[in-house]
């Protein structure tokens, strides 16, 4: 498999909103604790990535009905699946299990779909590395703003066991996401360098996506988008794009930029629209689709998919959307000093 190759022929999917489907089930504290965790002393409800390990077969379900969609490559369960993250529920000691086991769902959802659909085109699992919940470039203190809770070597050492259990689970991609501080994505990039480096491995893709938080057109470390551009541009990705934060609407302007400036492939997946007075998403498949594909039609895009509040039809409509038209073309970009 070799998805250079299949990016320059079509547009790739990348699934929708994990968090969205998982609150489908209505799980309650017992269902996430299993038996496994039966005695745990903190509480786990809402710890999604937990899952992998207590129920494995609803995440496998979850990435079954996005390939079954259109999906061609699946993000694993893991946004939270470090040491830092981890904290909050006291299971530090799982991060690197819980990379494994998702990785293992994924690849065993791909397994299992494409023997009940054969001759169907390959599909790939990407490892999802999320952004944590502290940061090196902002102050949690607001009356000590040299402050931070956490240093930059504590992060590299989180993502590098965090891609350790990815790799050793076999996912095919590495997709840094929801990046909002720059400075926590360059960590998770040196760690994936430096994880190829020490095990002389070939190094797997790597997929780069930050977040514009705002009409400011930043990211929360208050990067433009060219700027944030510029400073990941040195992990030669395979792709650099956007998600989380804002709708499809919201995001068309970044988009439209990033293709002029990206000399790698570019990626986009947008929440459901913005969330209500609820938090909840009401924007329909059929309208999310209809923004991307004319995205699509414009050239912005290599990679496309949804990310809070969108479904499996979401992607169904995307997929069915952009199937006939023709991926972004890679510009030729000038060397600048």
Known sequence: MDIRKDLEKR???ID?????MIQRHKLEEADYRGERFKDWPSDVKGNNDLLCITQPDIIKGIHKQYLAAGADIIETNTFSSTVIAMADYDMQSLAYELNVAAAQCAKKAVAEFIAENPGTSAKY??????????TLSLSPDVNNPGFRAVTFDEVVNAYYEQI??????????LLIETIFDTLNAKGAIFAAKKYFRDHKKAELPIMISGT???ASGRTLSGQTLEAFYTSVMHAKPLSVG????????EMRSHIEELAQIAACYTSAYPNAGLPNAMGEYDEQPHET??????WAKQGFVNIVGGCCGTTPDHIK???????????????LLEEAL
Do not use: Q, W
Request: glycine share 14%.
């Open 16 to 20: 929708g909103a994990m968090g969205t």
């Open 125 to 134: 699992v990407a490892g999802a590395i999320g952004p944590l919940n502290k």
């Open 212 to 214: 514009i938080t705002d």
């Open 11 to 13: 547009i790739l999917v």
């Open 242 to 249: 956007l998600n989380c934060a804002l709708g499809a609407a």
């Open 289 to 294: 689709a209809h923004f991307i594909e004319e």
């Open 164 to 173: 350790s259990g990815l790799v050793d689970g076999g996912v095919d991609i």
């Open 317 to 331: 409509h995307i997929a069915d959307n952009v199937r006939s038209i023709r991926p972004r073309s890679l510009p």
